[in-house]
């Protein structure tokens, strides 16, 4: 889906799998309205995720991207709008089971059980395939390989996932989602406690993924930088409404970041990689730029 020119990223797929996915999928969300006990606070909310992209949703904290990734997931139930697939038919109203084929979401932040190694959770995320009597089905030994291959956790299969760190933990949960095989993928900040160099993975292997695979991506990104690196669409939110959607060199201007975030950004082109990289000017780095001693 995304120019080859335009996106940086190694053109190596890490993201080959054993096994071959059916079909793609997409999904939007349609005029979203929702919210938790009081006020709404995401308002008429559209995106679309849309297979073979990857769309990224950002914005200041407390706009309201989580919210409306996890509506997009099921996990909260609009007031008003539709979640959708690329077919017209309602997400909201498939069987549990059978969303959970189609869609998965890694959490902001999960739970982590004790007494069980990662070999154990990854296979958590076959839980879709798995008949009455807990067997896996014929692609989830290929599945779970592939999953911690990628992610690179295989050498630690048999590690109690509650002796692990922050980093190692995220993906752990991220190999649980892709085993899961699913045709959208929705990432609530995956680089979240990870090192640069995984950082970096990570964001190479969902790049891959949207254009290996054909995957619909949706992802949470605090890293503005990030966002213009991986994303084909990026989605900026502001009090909970949708304020631009769009490339990220459109959405991306001084002005619209800076009144999002509060503080002055700047916005280039990486002459290097024709990527749109931003930069927020606090009180130092004013006066650095004005050339004073800092
Ligand atoms: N469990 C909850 N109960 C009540 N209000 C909540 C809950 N979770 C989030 N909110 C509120 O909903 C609004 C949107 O929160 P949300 O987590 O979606 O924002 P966000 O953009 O993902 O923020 P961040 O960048 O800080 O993760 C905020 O005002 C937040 O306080």
Same mark, same amino acid.
């Given at each position: 889906?995304?120019?080859?020119?335009?996106?940086?990223?190694?053109?190596?797929?890490?993201?080959?799998?054993?096994?071959?996915?059916?079909?793609?999928?997409?999904?939007?969300?349609?005029?979203?309205?929702?919210?938790?006990?009081?006020?709404?606070?995401v308002?008429?909310?559209?995106?679309?995720?849309?297979?073979?992209?990857?769309?990224?949703?950002?914005?200041?904290?407390? %706009? $309201?991207?989580?919210?409306?990734?996890?509506? &997009? *997931?099921?996990?909260?139930?609009?007031? +008003? /709008?539709?979640? !959708?697939? @690329?077919?017209?038919?309602?997400?909201?109203?498939?069987?549990?089971?059978?969303?959970?084929?189609?869609?998965?979401?890694?959490?902001?932040?999960?739970?982590t059980?004790?007494?069980?190694?990662?070999?154990?959770?990854?296979?958590?995320?076959?839980?879709?395939?798995?008949?009455?009597?807990?067997?896996?089905?014929?692609?989830?030994?290929?599945?779970?390989?592939?999953?911690?291959?990628?992610?690179?956790?295989?050498?630690?299969?048999?590690?109690?996932?509650?002796?692990? %760190? $922050?980093g190692?933990?995220?993906?752990?949960? &991220? *190999?649980?989602?892709?085993a899961?095989? +699913? /045709?959208?993928? !929705?990432? @609530?900040?995956?680089?979240?406690?990870?090192?640069?160099?995984?950082?970096?993975?990570?964001?190479?292997?969902?790049?891959?993924?949207?254009?290996?695979?054909?995957?619909?991506?949706?992802?949470?990104?605090?890293?503005?930088?990030?966002?213009?690196?991986?994303?084909?669409?990026?989605?900026?939110?502001?009090?909970?409404?949708?304020?631009?959607?769009?490339?990220p060199?459109?959405?991306?201007?001084?002005?619209?970041?800076?009144?999002?975030?509060?503080?002055?950004?700047?916005?280039?082109v990486?002459?290097?990689?024709?990527?749109?990289?931003t930069?927020?000017?606090?009180?130092?780095?004013?006066?650095?730029?004005?050339?004073?001693?800092?």
């Amino acid at each position: 889906m995304r120019d080859n020119d335009r996106s940086g990223a190694p053109g190596q797929s890490g993201a080959k799998r054993a096994f071959e996915r059916g079909g793609t999928d997409g999904l939007r969300g349609d005029r979203l309205t929702l919210g938790y006990h009081g006020p709404a606070v995401v308002h008429e909310a559209s995106i679309v995720v849309t297979a073979g992209a990857v769309t990224a949703l950002v914005g200041p904290n407390g %706009s $309201g991207k989580s919210t409306l990734l996890r509506a &997009l *997931a099921r996990l909260h139930r609009p007031s +008003t /709008g539709d979640v !959708l697939f @690329d077919d017209g038919s309602s997400a909201l109203t498939l069987q549990a089971k059978d969303f959970a084929k189609r869609v998965t979401l890694l959490a902001q932040s999960r739970p982590t059980p004790s007494g069980v190694t990662v070999h154990d959770v990854v296979g958590y995320g076959r839980h879709p395939y798995r008949g009455r009597w807990g067997r896996d089905d014929a692609d989830g030994v290929r599945a779970v390989a592939w999953a911690m291959e990628v992610t690179g956790i295989t050498a630690m299969a048999e590690r109690p996932v509650d002796e692990l %760190s $922050g980093g190692e933990l995220q993906r752990v949960w &991220l *190999a649980t989602c892709l085993a899961q095989d +699913t /045709g959208v993928l !929705l990432l @609530d900040e995956p680089t979240t406690f990870l090192d640069l160099r995984y950082q970096v993975e990570i964001l190479d292997l969902v790049r891959d993924l949207a254009d290996d695979h054909g995957v619909a991506v949706g992802i949470v990104l605090h890293d503005l930088n990030h966002a213009a690196a991986v994303a084909d669409r990026v989605v900026l939110l502001q009090n909970g409404k949708v304020v631009a959607a769009g490339d990220p060199a459109d959405v991306f201007t001084p002005q619209r970041l800076t009144a999002a975030y509060g503080i002055e950004v700047d916005v280039a082109v990486d002459p290097s990689t024709g990527l749109v990289t931003t930069r927020p000017v606090g009180r130092h780095t004013k006066r650095a730029l004005q050339g004073e001693s800092i």
